[in-house]
């Protein structure tokens, strides 16, 4: 187990600020990267469903790289990764952008899985402050890449180098954790070995946690990955495109901060669930019926439904006796819930270009959230899987 030392805390966040920079500083200026290297409809579409199949594949990895490794080293190598990915992406034509996108989010996966399991066992008892700093910390990495990619684009005269630098935070945040990842010793007793043998493929409520997650993930990626072009193709500029995603991104900051901590102090989070769902569907009918009325306002309510993942990541912790359990539950969730999600951008951007149009994806879009509200109210009531 890592010491839980304010050391630790820095590094996670510094982790955190990079586990989507890869996929929004790409989508804030695809447009140009596709035209840029005479790339299909079908590659983009392939680009935004790479995230969430890489995080699914590599999430089902992390508990046995974990088990290999230990925690703290395998998001060390995780870490690297992604840096390394981040560099060499820009470096050739559609398909090194595409491999070094898929190493990126390799990385991001098994982060994804594994700094969740480090805040319950390093900080039990900020559980939800840390787990809200984490996202946090993630949100507001997204908005910055996100808003900043395109006058980096502009400023460098070409989208390479503007993507290239999004490698040096990751690089930071590499080395911070090598330093602040250290040892701890701690006793693991009869009880946990026993618990972590469990299989969780056998527990229903784990596959409700599954599907949960791989709705709320189509959701997010959909937006994340295409909501620029989206609103380019209803008359907002690249520039302005890029700033209203980096606004839904980093709307969920300062929610980020006070949710988790809310949730895991309420006996149910039901009601948490469908609140943060009800807000993304108001956005999602604001940009298909006036896309550029008050886009403002559609990106702070689309941004504010992605607060429901750091309460999924809450509720693992809460809804598992252990860490071994909660490592178990975060791997399948992850991993089996990302390989469903991968469907959501892909399909979103062929359904656009075979028909010209954004109205039938978001339609689909608003029947994902209905999904998600009803598996929220289910795995908000008080129950250990």
Not at 77 to 93: D, E, H, K, P
Not at 218 to 237: C, F, H, K, Q, S
Not at 251 to 277: D, E, F, K, Y
């Amino acid at each position: 187990m890592l010491a839980g030392t304010t050391l630790l805390a820095v590094a996670v966040t510094l982790a955190a600020a990079n586990l989507r920079i890869s996929v929004t500083s790409l989508s804030s200026v695809l447009g140009d990267v596709q035209q840029g290297l005479t790339a299909t409809s079908a590659w983009a579409s392939a680009v935004t469903a790479a995230p969430s199949i890489c995080f699914g594949l590599a999430a089902l990895l992390s508990p046995w790289l974990a088990r290999r490794l230990g925690g703290g080293p395998a998001i060390g190598a995780a870490l690297g990764l992604l840096t390394i990915g981040l560099g060499v992406r820009v470096l050739a034509g559609p398909g090194l952008l595409l491999i070094g996108t898929f190493v990126a989010c390799a990385g991001i996966a098994v982060c994804n899985v594994l700094v969740p399991v480090v805040v319950k066992e390093s900080f039990p008892n900020r559980l939800g402050l840390i787990t809200g700093i984490y996202s946090s910390s993630m949100a507001a990495g997204s908005a910055i890449a996100a808003a900043a990619t395109p006058p980096l684009e502009t400023a460098a005269g070409s989208w390479r180098p503007a993507l290239a630098a999004w490698a040096i935070p990751a690089a930071l945040a590499l080395a911070v954790w090598l330093f602040g990842a250290r040892k701890d010793t701690s006793v693991v007793t009869q009880a946990q070995v026993q618990h972590s043998r469990r299989n969780l493929l056998r527990a229903p409520m784990a596959w409700v946690f599954t599907l949960l997650f791989a709705v709320q993930s189509t959701y997010a990626y959909v937006i994340m990955g295409w909501l620029p072009e989206i609103l380019r193709d209803a008359g907002v500029d690249r520039d302005a495109a890029g700033v209203l995603l980096g606004i839904t991104m980093v709307v969920s900051v300062p929610l980020n901060l006070v949710v988790p901590t809310l949730a895991a102090r309420l006996r149910s989070q039901s009601w948490v669930m469908i609140g943060l769902t009800v807000l993304p569907v108001l956005g999602v009918l604001g940009v298909i019926l006036a896309p550029q009325a008050v886009p403002v306002l559609w990106a702070l309510l689309l941004g504010a439904g992605m607060s429901i993942f750091p309460v999924v990541l809450t509720m693992m912790a809460l809804r598992t006796r252990t860490s071994a359990e909660t490592t178990q539950l975060s791997g399948m969730s992850q991993g089996f819930g990302y390989l469903i999600a991968c469907w959501g951008p892909f399909l979103a951007g062929l359904v656009h270009g075979w028909l010209g149009s954004w109205t039938v994806p978001l339609i689909l879009v608003l029947g994902i959230l209905a999904a998600q509200a009803t598996l929220g109210a289910i795995i908000g009531r008080p129950h250990l899987i």
